[in-house]
Structure formats: C-alpha cells, structure tokens
C-alpha cells in the first residue's frame, strides 16, 4: 500500500504540494491525473525517494520511502524523461540494474526479450525516444518490484507497443499483486487500465475514488421540454448549457435518482449518458472555467 499524509513541499517559498494526502490500495492500478502544475511530478519524486517531503509522511507499507534503500529495493520507477549513461547499451544497463537491485531477474530479462526485440548491444542513447521508453520498462519489469511508479509512461510509443506494455503491467497486477502509480494526461488510456483514481489540483487532492464510484457519483443529462420548465431546486448541477430547446446538464448524484427525479418534469426528452474519465476531470475542477475556449482571432 502507497500512502501519502498531510505531505507539504515548498520550493524558494512556492508551495508544490499542500497537505496531500494519496491512499493506493495494494494490488491497484492507480492515476494520478490533474493540471500542469498540480504537483503530480514532484510527489511522484517523493515516491520514488528522490525528494524528501518538509513535512508529512511518505509510506510504502507503512515504511517511509526516504533513504529507505530496503524500501527503494521494491520500486521500479519510470519517470517521464529517462536518464541513461553515455555510452552504455541495454545489456549494459541490464548489469547495471542487476547490480544495484538485488530482486532483478536475469532470466524474466531474457524472458521480456521476446517482447520488446531491442538491439542490446546498441548504446540507449542512439535508441529513439520510443525504443528508449521500451528499455526502460524492459528494465524496470525484470526488477520484479512490488510497486510500479511511472510519470506519463508510454509517451513515444507506438499503438502496438503502448498495448504491450499495459499487458505486461496489469499480468504482473493479476500474478503478483504489483501495485501501480501512474501520472498521465492520456485520460482515455487510463479509463481503461485503471481501476482507482486520484485528481490533483494546486497541490491538494480534490478527490479520489474508485473509478466505478467516481462514474457512478457523476451524470450527463440531455432533455427537453415543450414550453420553459424550472428544475428541481435540490440538483447539484456542475455545469449547464442549451441548443435551443435541448438542454445538457451535468449533475452530482447516481443516474437512477436523477433520471426518476427529473422526470417527474415530464419532458419531451430524456436521455441519461454516461460520462469519460475526460469528462468527469474537466467539470470536477471546476467545469466551464476548464473547458476550451472559443476564441476568435
């Protein structure tokens, strides 16, 4: 289990992350979603123990992370831009990692070979940015680490591969029980391979759920009605907007309800929809003042 408490960081007197608090059961895909400048990368730094937290608690099963190599020794982390040395190619990595991690398995290396098909003699640096992120997730699964930690994880990589390497990931969830942290703005990528969500925003987390929950809690309504109608004055309504007579309504509250409530209206129209993950992240922070703006030039 990941957990984050009341963890405060500041930086020349910026405020990067303010009380956070992040519980990722074992054995969960999680993500981490928010706006650039939420704070996702730097609390990611924190889980790998890479910064140290100016106050708060940063856990892996109950053990801080911090100059916690015991705790290090169970992490793969894959951050979003990979370092690599000069010269060195994948199997010099691989000697590398086999060294400094004492769980690395030189036979599920040669095992994941068959998958990604890297030239391993060729040095990482002369690797596209594609081939470069392969390596790293070929490295960071023969680690056989209980926790995944990856920031915007398969940028660069082609449909293929983005499928291959998510069914890589969620075989060591179902086998091993690895739990995953992943931070992406691929939000449609993360509607399918997670199943417990965190929202970020201004270093605080504005909500964190199950992702059924989270779609369960949060509803699109169109409808329609023959002459001007008030609504129920008890709805929550994130956000409105209206094509004539054709009213969507964004609502808090589960489908069921809502739906039998607001057709006590007796509209001419009613059509409940579900919403994406998109969807659910753009009217939870704060609905029109995130969505695309018209402008004209």
């Keep these: 289990m990941i957990e984050v408490k009341?963890?405060?960081?500041?930086?020349?007197?910026?405020?990067?992350?303010?009380?956070?608090?992040?519980?990722?059961?074992?054995?969960?895909v999680y993500g981490l979603v928010g706006p650039n400048g939420a704070g996702k990368s730097t609390i990611i730094r924190h889980l790998a123990?890479?910064?140290?937290?100016?106050?708060?608690?940063?856990?892996?099963?109950?053990?801080?992370?911090?100059?916690?190599?015991?705790?290090?020794?169970?992490?793969?982390?894959?951050?979003?831009?990979?370092?690599?040395?000069?010269?060195?190619?994948?199997?010099?990595?691989?000697?590398?990692y086999r060294d400094v991690y004492p769980r690395f398995?030189?036979?599920?290396?040669?095992?994941?070979?068959?998958?990604?098909?890297?030239?391993?003699?060729?040095p990482v640096r002369k690797l596209s940015k594609g081939q470069q992120k392969q390596a790293a997730f070929w490295l960071a699964l023969?680690?056989?680490?209980?926790?995944?930690?990856?920031?915007?994880?398969?940028?660069?990589?082609?449909?293929?591969?983005?499928?291959?390497?998510?069914?890589?990931?969620?075989?060591?969830v179902a086998e091993r029980g690895t739990t995953v942290l992943v931070s992406s703005h691929n939000l449609r990528e993360l509607e399918d391979v997670?199943?417990?969500?965190?929202?970020?925003?201004?270093?605080?987390?504005l909500l964190e759920r199950s992702l059924s929950e989270l779609q369960d809690n949060i509803v699109k309504i169109q409808l329609a009605f023959?002459?001007?109608?008030?609504?129920?004055?008890?709805?929550?309504?994130?956000?409105?907007?209206?094509?004539?007579?054709?009213q969507q309504l964004i609502l808090r509250g589960r489908a069921e309800e809502l739906e039998a409530k607001?057709?006590?209206?007796?509209?001419?129209?009613?059509?409940?929809?579900?919403?994406?993950?998109?969807?659910?992240?753009?009217y939870e922070l704060g609905g029109a003042d995130h969505e695309v703006k018209d402008i004209v030039l």
Aim: with cysteine.
């Design 49 to 96: 123990g890479i910064y140290r937290q100016d106050s708060g608690e940063v856990l892996i099963d109950g053990e801080p992370v911090y100059e916690n190599p015991a705790v290090k020794d169970r992490i793969a982390y894959i951050p979003d831009d990979i370092f690599y040395y000069t010269q060195a190619t994948i199997r010099d990595m691989m000697k590398f």
């Design 6 to 28: 009341n963890v405060v960081k500041r930086f020349d007197g910026f405020t990067a992350l303010d009380g956070l608090n992040i519980t990722v059961p074992q054995g969960a």
């Design 194 to 205: 997670c199943d417990h969500v965190g929202i970020m925003n201004h270093g605080k987390m």
């Design 262 to 282: 607001l057709a006590l209206c007796n509209p001419l129209f009613l059509d409940v929809l579900p919403l994406t993950l998109e969807e659910i992240f753009i």
């Design 105 to 122: 398995d030189t036979a599920c290396f040669e095992k994941l070979g068959e998958a990604f098909q890297l030239d391993l003699k060729r």
């Design 142 to 172: 023969s680690q056989r680490p209980d926790v995944v930690i990856l920031d915007e994880p398969v940028d660069g990589l082609d449909p293929v591969m983005r499928r291959q390497v998510w069914s890589l990931l969620l075989s060591d």
């Design 226 to 246: 023959a002459e001007e109608t008030e609504l129920p004055k008890d709805l929550t309504i994130l956000h409105r907007s209206e094509t004539g007579r054709l």
